[in-house]
Structures are given as structure tokens and as C-alpha cells.
């Protein structure tokens, strides 16, 4: 069946440093990849999606490509800020019907001035 | 921007109550779905709703719960009788249609058993 998996946190790092958070997947077909990422007190937000092979996924300064070759689908950021702290979520979702999302268990990523 | 609402934020109940958790999707959306994450696991899907019925539900999703649409805007699961190991955090989530990928989440309601 398909499966997420990603990095266990939390991971801490200075403002201004590099960010990945590893996500690799399991799916049965073609599914489309996300990152959701939740502030403190709020609900799941859609952070960027890619929907097929070599698709990269970008927002705030966030980047992801769909890799199909190591089923993999890595988050990234140049440049961390201290209110990017949040847990982030890697999920996947597979066609026809998008029925399901299948989530990783979330990866909190605190940030230090 | 239109978001999905929870309420109540936190709930906590007693062994073997009824809980009601509520349940605002966006306006226009036409599918609805609950999520849960039981504190340090993965976030899981429990049922898909459409056309006032249940498309799709998980192994988990058995007879002590239950979905609605009482009106037109609120979506609510209901569990009959809670156990401990239904304390965790369930997640409202919605979309327009099925050729959209992307589903849209509330900020969750904590579940607490004791």
C-alpha cells in the first residue's frame, strides 16, 4: 500500500542555515506529492505540491522535486527564519479521485535567532 | 481567504462518552474527509464524504463512528463510545471536486479520553 515516510525531529538549526527535510514514498501508481506545514495553534497548510516525475514544488523559499527514480521528494530552504518554525508534513495523494491523503508523521523544525 | 474552522479546540471526555467533533468545510467544497493523529504516529486517513454518504473509509473508521451533514455547513464525526486510544487529534479536511489534488485542513480538534 502507499506510505510516507519522513525524518523524525525535531531538527533545530540557526537562522540563516540550509534546510532539507528527507521525505522518501511508497505509492502503487503516479500520486502527487505535497508538503503541508502547521504553525503552532493552526491547521495543515498546503506548502507546495508537485504532480509528476522531475516537478519542483516552490514557495517562500521552499523547494521540493518529484523523484520518481528514489521515490523521494526532499524539502529545502536556503535561508531559515526564525518564524518558519513549524512541523511539516509530507503527504501524498493519488489519482483518479485524490481520495486520501496518506501523510508522513511530521518533522518540527524549530529555528533560533 | 475562505479555511476551514474545528470546534471545539480541545475536548475532553470520559471513558466510554459520546463525542460529537464539529466541523466547517469552505463554502463551495463538495468533499469532506476526517483525519486523525494519535500524538507522535503518522496522520491517518479515517472517511471520505460525498453527496451525503461515505466514499471511502479506513480499517480504523468502525461502527463506533460516524459522519454527518446536518445542514449545509457543518460536517461532524461522532464517536459512540470513546476508548483511551481514541485520544488523539482529528483533522477536517475539504475539496471542490475530485480532479482537484489538494485538500484544505482545519486546525484540528485534541481528543482527550480519560
Known amino acids: 500500500g502507499d506510505s510516507v515516510t519522513q525524518m523524525e525531529g525535531p531538527v533545530t538549526l540557526s537562522e540563516e542555515a540550509f534546510l532539507t527535510i528527507n521525505c522518501t514514498y511508497t505509492a502503487t501508481g503516479y500520486p502527487s506529492l505535497f508538503w503541508y506545514v502547521q504553525y503552532p495553534g493552526e491547521g495543515l497548510q498546503l506548502l507546495l505540491k508537485?504532480?509528476?516525475?522531475?516537478d519542483k514544488g516552490s514557495n517562500k523559499g521552499f523547494e521540493a522535486t518529484y523523484r520518481k527514480e528514489t521515490t523521494s521528494f526532499h524539502l529545502e530552504k536556503g535561508s531559515v527564519q526564525v518564524s518558519d518554525s513549524a512541523v511539516y508534513f509530507c503527504?501524498?495523494?493519488?489519482?483518479?479521485?485524490?481520495?486520501?491523503?496518506?501523510f508522513g508523521s511530521g518533522t518540527k523544525l524549530n529555528v533560533k535567532p | 481567504e475562505p479555511e476551514v474552522t474545528q470546534t471545539p479546540s480541545h475536548q475532553v471526555t470520559q471513558m466510554g462518552q459520546e463525542v460529537i467533533l464539529r466541523c466547517v468545510p469552505i463554502s463551495n467544497h463538495l468533499y469532506f474527509y476526517w483525519y486523525r493523529q494519535i500524538l507522535g504516529q503518522k496522520v491517518e486517513f479515517l472517511v471520505s464524504f460525498y453527496n451525503n454518504e461515505i466514499s471511502e473509509k479506513s480499517e480504523i473508521f468502525d461502527d463506533q463512528f460516524s459522519v454527518e451533514r446536518p445542514d449545509g455547513s457543518n460536517f461532524t464525526l461522532k464517536i459512540r463510545s470513546t476508548k483511551l486510544e481514541d485520544s488523539a487529534m482529528y483533522f477536517c479536511?475539504?475539496?471542490?471536486?475530485?480532479?482537484?489534488?489538494?485538500?484544505?485542513f482545519g486546525p484540528g480538534t485534541r481528543l482527550t479520553v480519560l
Open positions: 479536511a475539504s475539496n471542490r471536486d475530485r480532479s482537484t489534488d489538494t485538500q484544505y
Open positions: 503527504a501524498l495523494s493519488e489519482p483518479p479521485g485524490f481520495n486520501k491523503f496518506y
Open positions: 508537485a504532480t509528476k516525475a522531475d
